[in-house]
């Protein structure tokens, strides 16, 4: 069973991979690593998941676009069965820091506000998430509820750490119709009154027989 870690390491958790189910009988897990090197998000230390439980890799090794993992916790099929979807975490103190100005941590994006490319304040980066299509930001908007967006250079084509800012394009991300869905819009308008007019003119032409 894994076991509890303290509450002080959990002061800044950066999602480093998660459980995709059992593999065998032994206990190993098949883990979605999100580390540039996969194999390398077990050596940051102990993981823990989002209720604090520890789990330290014994061993890791690749299987297609998946890791086969043995956790020094997790004993048998059974309590590998249980850990599926569990999101697995590390530290941010863990982590080394980015060698280049322009390289970051996706969790670094955490708390950031997101403007507009006019300027104008869309709302904070509330999380990060991956469901396995690709990265997506959680934003918190200023007028309205919380919305995912794709976290792509074309829904997020600048960020400025420093700043503590994050561009968005409101049409890449999904957050307002871009000129092809008024162009359909207008077209749908327009298809829709001829077929009105053509209804109105074939029921004339009845009332006339």
């Known amino acids: ?63 297609k676009n998946m890791l086969l993992v043995r956790f020094a916790e997790i004993a048998d099929r059974n309590a590998a069965e249980r850990l599926n979807g569990t999101e697995l975490f590390v530290d941010r103190s863990c982590l080394p820091e980015p060698e280049d100005d322009d390289e970051f941590y996706l969790d670094d994006l955490v708390g950031l506000d997101a403007r507009s490319l006019e300027g104008e304040v869309l709302g904070r980066i509330v999380a990060t998430h991956n469901f396995g299509a690709g990265d997506i930001l959680e934003l918190a908007q200023a007028k309205g509820s919380t919305v995912m967006i794709p976290f792509s250079e074309a829904a997020v084509p600048d960020i400025d750490l420093d700043e503590g800012t994050i561009v968005v394009d409101p049409v890449a991300a999904g957050l307002a119709p871009g000129p092809e869905d008024e162009d359909e819009d207008v077209g749908l308008g327009e298809a829709g009154e001829a077929a009105a007019g053509k209804t109105a003119a074939g029921q004339r032409r009845k009332e006339e027989e």
């Open 1 to 63: 069973m894994a076991e509890p870690v303290s509450h002080a390491s959990e002061r800044q958790p950066v999602l480093l991979a998660i459980v995709g189910g059992a593999h065998g009988i032994r206990g190993e897990c098949r883990v979605k690593s999100f580390t540039e090197e996969p194999e390398a998000f077990g050596q940051y230390g102990p993981l823990f998941d989002a209720k604090g439980n520890r789990y330290t890799v014994k061993s890791a090794r690749p299987q």
